[in-house]
C-alpha cells in the first residue's frame, strides 16, 4: 500500500500527454472536457469582445434565456440574493412575533387544541433556514468549476440527454410544487396571507435549490458511469490508460467536493433535513391529538412530504459513494469493476492499477457535511435512528404542550 501511495504521488497525478499518446490509450472523457472547455472559454473571450449578448454561464447553460430566470433565489448575484434574505428574515421575525401574539383559529378551539405557537415558531424557524441556502446557491452559480463541467458535459453525446432529463424534473417538481402549495394554504385556515406569501415563497426556493441538487448529483453520477464503463473493458485494452483513469476519478472527486462542501450547499441542506425531522415529529403528535380525525389528510401529507423528501434526497447523496467504492456485486461499483482486473493486468500497469485501486480505497467521493463526514449507506442507517429517538421525545414534549387544560 505504502508502494502504491507513493505511485500515485509520483505518477498519477502528473501525467504528461506525450507518455499516455506512447502507450495507445485513446484520449480521455477529461482530457475530451478539458480540451472542449478550454475551446468553448476562447469562444466566449471571442464573444464578449463582440457586439452580441453575453453567452449563459454556469447553471444558466440550461435554463430559458429570460430576464425573469435571473430573479430566481440565488441566481441572480448579490444584490438579488440580499433582497430574497431580507424577505426570508422579515418574514421570520414575523411569524416569530405571531407565535406569542396570534390567537388561535377558530377551528383550533372548537377541538380544545392550541398548536398556534409551536406551528407559527416552527414556520418561523424553518423560512430562515433558507438564508444559508441562498447564499450556498449563489456561490454554485458563479462557479467557475461548474461552469467549466457544464460546458464539457453538454459539448459530449450525453448533453442532450442531460438537458431532457433536467426538463423532466423541473416539469414533474414544478406540477408536485403546484399541489403542495394548494394544500398548505387551503386546507389550514385562519393564518391569515402572510401566511400564504411565505409559503409561496419558500415554494420557489424549494423549486430552485431542489433543480441545482439534482443537477450536480446528476453530473457526478454521469461522469461515474463513464468511467465504469472505460473499467468494464478488458485489461488488454486498458493496458497504459490506469494512472489516466486515476487522475480522471480525482477530478470526479474535486468536482463533488467543490460543489458541495466547499460552496456549503451540502451544510444548508442538512440543517434542514434535520429540521424536517421536527416538523414530522410535531405532525405526529397533531395526529394523536386531534381526536376528530379532520385534518388527517393534511396531516398525512404534512408527514409523507417531508419524510419522502429527506429520504429521497439522503439517497441521491449515498448513491455517489455506492457507485465508486461499493463492494456489492449487484452495484458494480469502481472498486469491484477494477478488482476484477487483479492478476489480469500486464507487468507494465501492475503499479498504475494498484495505485487506481489505493485512490478508491482511500480518497472517498462523495458529499460531505461538515462536522459529520461523508454520506454514505452506512452514515444513513444509525441517522434514522437516532431520528427516531428524536421524534420520540419531541411527540411526547408537544402532546404535553398542544392540549388545552380547561379555564
Not at 79 to 85: F, K, Y
Not at 114 to 133: C, H, N, R, Y
Not at 360 to 377: D, K, R, S, W
Amino acid at each position: 500500500m505504502c508502494l502504491a501511495a507513493s505511485h500515485v504521488e509520483s505518477r498519477c497525478l502528473v501525467w504528461h500527454a506525450q507518455f499516455s499518446r506512447a502507450a495507445g490509450c485513446a484520449q480521455s472523457d477529461d482530457e475530451a472536457e478539458c480540451s472542449a472547455s478550454k475551446s468553448a472559454r476562447s469562444d466566449n473571450s471571442l464573444s464578449d469582445c463582440s457586439e452580441g449578448p453575453e453567452e449563459p454561464r454556469g447553471v444558466f447553460r440550461l435554463m430559458p434565456n429570460c430576464r425573469w430566470v435571473r430573479l430566481m433565489p440565488g441566481l441572480g448575484g448579490l444584490s438579488s440574493t440580499l433582497l430574497w434574505t431580507l424577505c426570508l428574515v422579515m418574514g421570520s421575525c414575523r411569524f416569530a412575533y405571531k407565535a406569542f401574539r396570534m390567537e388561535s383559529p377558530a377551528w383550533l378551539k372548537d377541538r380544545n387544541l392550541d398548536f398556534t405557537t409551536e406551528a407559527m415558531s416552527i414556520f418561523a424557524i424553518k423560512v430562515l433556514l433558507g438564508v444559508p441556502q441562498l447564499f450556498a446557491l449563489m456561490n454554485i452559480s458563479k462557479s467557475e468549476l461548474l461552469d467549466e463541467a457544464l460546458i464539457a458535459e453538454l459539448n459530449l453525446g450525453s448533453g442532450a440527454g442531460l438537458r431532457q432529463f433536467m426538463r423532466i424534473v423541473a416539469r414533474v417538481l414544478a406540477l408536485a410544487q403546484l399541489v403542495a402549495f394548494w394544500i398548505q394554504t387551503t386546507q389550514v385556515p385562519g393564518f391569515g396571507v402572510e401566511y400564504t406569501v411565505m409559503v409561496l415563497v419558500m415554494q420557489v426556493l424549494f423549486f430552485v435549490s431542489t433543480l441545482v441538487y439534482v443537477l450536480l448529483w446528476k453530473m457526478a453520477i454521469l461522469r461515474i458511469d463513464r468511467l465504469r464503463d472505460r473499467i468494464r473493458l478488458s485489461s488488454a485494452t486498458m493496458s497504459g490508460c490506469w494512472a489516466q483513469v486515476t487522475r480522471e476519478y480525482l477530478a470526479i472527486v474535486r468536482f463533488v467536493d467543490g460543489m458541495w462542501r466547499t460552496s456549503g450547499f451540502s451544510l444548508s441542506y442538512a440543517l434542514i433535513f434535520a429540521f424536517d425531522m421536527i416538523i414530522v415529529a410535531t405532525v405526529l403528535a397533531m395526529t394523536q391529538v386531534d381526536d376528530t380525525r379532520a385534518n388527517l389528510g393534511f396531516e398525512v401529507f404534512m408527514g409523507l412530504k417531508f419524510t419522502l423528501v429527506t429520504c429521497v434526497l439522503f439517497y441521491l447523496w449515498a448513491r455517489i459513494p455506492s457507485q465508486c467504492s461499493s463492494s456489492k456485486h449487484t452495484v458494480e461499483s469502481l472498486l469491484y469493476l477494477g478488482r476484477q482486473h487483479l492478476g489480469k493486468v500486464g507487468p507494465q500497469d501492475v503499479l498504475d492499477h494498484l495505485s487506481f485501486l489505493h485512490c478508491l480505497a482511500g480518497q472517498t467521493c462523495g458529499v460531505e457535511i461538515p462536522l459529520v463526514g461523508v454520506v454514505t449507506q452506512r452514515f444513513v442507517g444509525p441517522l434514522i435512528r437516532v431520528a427516531t429517538v428524536c421524534a420520540s421525545v419531541i411527540i411526547g414534549l408537544t402532546l404535553k404542550l398542544a392540549v388545552r387544560r380547561p379555564a
